[in-house]
C-alpha cells in the first residue's frame, strides 16, 4: 500500500467516524430528529420552502426516500404543505414555527458541540481544516 493510499484509507474511516457521530449526536439533540430529517428541515428552511421532488435532486435520494423522512416530519408537527402561490397544482414544503424552533434548538445545540471539540485548536488549523472540508466538498459536488 502506497502512503498516498494509506492516508486516503485513513480519511474514509475518519469520515465515516464522523459520519456516524454526527448521526449519534443528532439523535441525543432531538430524540424524534435524525440526521437526515435534521438535513431536510434545514434545506427546507434555508429555501425559505421547496417541493419535495426539489429536496430529493438535491440530495440524491429517491423520491420515495424524500416521502417518507417528510411524511415523518409532517406527523412530527415539523413541517407543512403550502400550495405554490404562482401554480396552484404544486405544495411546497416549509418547516412549522415548531418545525422552525426544533431546528433553531438542534443548530445551537450542533454549534456548541463543535466549539467544545475544536476549542484546543489554533486559527491556522482551524481555517486550514475549513479550506480543506469546503475544497473536498466542491469537489464531490462536481462529480455528482
Known amino acids: 500500500m502506497t502512503h498516498r493510499d494509506a492516508s486516503v484509507e485513513t480519511i474514509q474511516q475518519e469520515m465515516t467516524a464522523f459520519a456516524r457521530r454526527a448521526r449519534a449526536t443528532a439523535a441525543r439533540m432531538h430524540p424524534e430528529l435524525s440526521l437526515v430529517s435534521y438535513t431536510l428541515l434545514a434545506h427546507l428552511d434555508d429555501q425559505q420552502g421547496c417541493r419535495a421532488t426539489d ?72 481555517d486550514r481544516f475549513a479550506s480543506y472540508l469546503v475544497r473536498y466538498n466542491a469537489t464531490q459536488e462536481q462529480l455528482g
Not at 401554480?87 to 416549509?94: A, I, K, T, W, Y
Open 55 to 126: 429536496l430529493a435532486a438535491h440530495y440524491y435520494l429517491d423520491k420515495s426516500t424524500v416521502s417518507r423522512q417528510i411524511a415523518a416530519l409532517e406527523k412530527l408537527g415539523l413541517v407543512e404543505r403550502r400550495i405554490d402561490p404562482d401554480d396552484h397544482r404544486v405544495q411546497v414544503l416549509h418547516p412549522t414555527e415548531e418545525g422552525a424552533q426544533a431546528l433553531a434548538h438542534v443548530t445551537a445545540s450542533r454549534r456548541q458541540a463543535f466549539h467544545e471539540r475544536l476549542a484546543d485548536w489554533d486559527e491556522e488549523d482551524l
